[in-house]
Nanobody, 124 residues
């Protein structure tokens, strides 16, 4: 079965950290460009990170540079998004997606598969 499954969301205080996972099955993450997005109700989906399949370069949105870090475990076919110093304005549903290319706006094109999303809540 071809799927992407995110996990790792939860509740965290401002300044706290979470690590999200994006696990693929039925296909290899290495064959795709992986994008991370977040969305809050009523707002447009925002690109957070795009990891290019062509050279492995991660592109981060300016709002998360220096705080978010991507990594991958090829043996587990899983990508991780380490989020540090979370801010009160960052609660959202976070998604990963497998697609073709990174484009300006830190988005991935021609999405092949979306994950179901994982909720991140930042509270005081």
């Amino acid at each position: 079965q071809v799927q992407l499954v995110e996990s790792g969301g939860g509740l965290v205080q401002p300044g706290g950290s979470l690590r999200l996972s994006c696990a693929a099955s039925g296909f290899s993450l290495d064959d795709y460009t992986i994008g991370w997005f977040r969305q809050v109700p009523g707002k447009e989906r925002e690109g957070v990170l795009c990891s290019s399949s062509s050279d492995g370069t991660p592109y981060y949105a300016d709002s998360v540079k220096g705080r978010f870090t991507v990594s991958r475990d090829n043996a587990k076919n899983t990508e991780y998004l380490q989020m540090n110093s979370l801010k009160p304005e960052e609660p959202a549903v976070y998604y990963c997606a497998a697609g073709r290319d990174c484009i300006p706006g830190v988005r991935v094109t021609h999405v092949y598969k979306w994950g179901q999303g994982t909720q991140v809540t930042v509270f005081s």
